[in-house]
């Protein structure tokens, strides 16, 4: 066993890493990036807050029929 110790930091509330300010200029960044308006950052602003996976941006491509593919959005 390693004798060394272990060291886990938990940021429980957004005081290590700004998350919140992250995620919304990264969906900023997104939204300009393919040209899409409000409605479509207020969607990904609400529904991915918690968390995102590859079937969420398959929703949006479904929700506001984008021509885009939902794996590029996802990367």
């Known amino acids: ?12 509330d957004d005081t290590l890493v700004r998350r919140r300010t992250s995620f919304i200029d990264a969906v900023t960044a997104l939204c ?6 409000v409605e479509i950052r207020a969607w ?13 941006f398959v929703r949006l491509r479904h929700e506001y029929a984008l021509d885009c593919r939902a794996g590029p959005l996802w990367g």
Do not use: T
């Open 44 to 56: 990904m602003l609400s529904e991915l807050a918690d968390r995102a996976n590859a079937d969420d």
């Open 32 to 37: 300009l990036e393919h040209g899409f308006g």
């Open 1 to 12: 066993m390693d004798p060394r110790p272990a060291l886990a930091l938990f940021d429980l």
